[in-house]
């Protein structure tokens, strides 16, 4: 990654550069963008912005062409990649020749509740939601205010060199809402035809009900995929059926969480944020890794053990928890980590309620622990398969079968205790109450013992 003042000089250009585009003349460079991903949190493009630049900033980029998989809207990777990775490292070589550069950007839902002239930037709990739906097990957080307030932070911490390992917020916009395309956009002419007697049948099942319709409609699209008319899209198909129903009952139809989630499907603008980019997620890269000998292992290893102490540490002293800290949302450019999407984070700037300090206060170890937790998901994910690492890890500590590497071993095993500890808490909220109490004492001592 470029140098803190390079970084602070394309900061500037960019952040210029934004503030001179109308929301019309943004609003069409959006339309043009690339799609990237759809989560639990918004949506996200790689945007192209034509700026004069360096040649020598996209250096990164062509070095990770390599690693990148193409990806439709919904953000599931798409089969078969090599002239596709080849096509896109020639296309980063084109964009740093031709002075253009790439802005990570995230649309938010900002509900009608939201923009009220009272609200607006508020980062006050504004749905009264309960404060179990501050875990990052489907949340899709108390307010895009409070996203927007703690990138600020974050960038602000860069700008004044206090912390060089956050993506710069080069602007925010707030946008008509753009809503995610159908499944069936994203299909080629070729399988939109295998498929059109299925979408056919799903229109006629619409006498059965919303419900019954879109349960019915969901279950034919996964039957097709199961015979190979959508097997590249079966994930989003099944990431498409999800229903406001269901993810109600998920939250056990608490009424506040209920409101918040109407809310957003109905919200009728979005959040624009403007973010640097970074060209890989952490999980990505440390796949690569593991692959490589043993004293770059351990060189890449050291740098990310350092790197997240040394986060964890600041943003502790900030008095702000990040409350999502998994590796795909800790970023890299193969030097240093940069950690992002805060869609869930807490400050103690924020407008807090008495039961939220406390329950900032007893969580003031959270970022520790999921990034323990995390390590382990990502090294045995990237090892084994993302459906084989729990049974993976299970067979590593009972037989011994498994070798890895010395470097990861010491690892796995200063890691495990504290990881372990947080599956527990996360099965126990995920399967026996959502008012599960956070174990704080526990993971304390844990992390100490480390």
Sequence with gaps: MDSLPHRLKTYSNIATELSFLSNQQLSDLLDQAEPFHTGVGGTSVLL?????????????????ASEHRPQNVYGIPEESSTEATKQFAAEVEFRKNSNETLLFVKRIPLTDLERIPENIMSTANLFDLPLYYQYGIGSKGFSAWRELAAHQMASNWVIAGKCPHFPLLYGWRILPHCK???????????????LEPVFKVAEADEGQGADGAQK??????????????????????????????????????????????????????????????????????LGKQLTSKEYELEQSLSMMDENIATITEFMSKQKFIHGDLHFKNILTDGTRLYFTDFGLALSSKFELTAEEIEFFNKHHNYDQANAAIGFLDSTFSNLFGKELWSTSIQEYFSSKKITLAPALESRIKRHTPVALAMDQFYQKLMKESRSTPYPTALLEELIGKR
């Design 180 to 194: 995610r395309r159908s499944i069936s956009e994203t299909l080629s002419k070729e399988q939109a035809k295998k």
């Design 48 to 64: 192209r912005l034509n700026r004069v630049l360096s040649k020598l900033a996209y250096a990164d980029e062509v070095q990770g």
């Design 216 to 285: 019915l409609s969901v279950q034919k699209l996964l039957d097709a995929s199961s015979t190979g008319a959508t097997k590249p899209f079966a994930a989003s198909v099944e990431f498409e059926g999800r229903f406001l129903k269901s993810e109600l009952e998920y939250w056990e139809n608490h009424p506040k969480v209920c409101n918040r989630l109407e809310a957003i499907q109905n919200a009728s603008a979005d959040l624009i944020l403007f973010l640097e980019y970074i060209p890989h997620n952490l999980h990505q890269w």
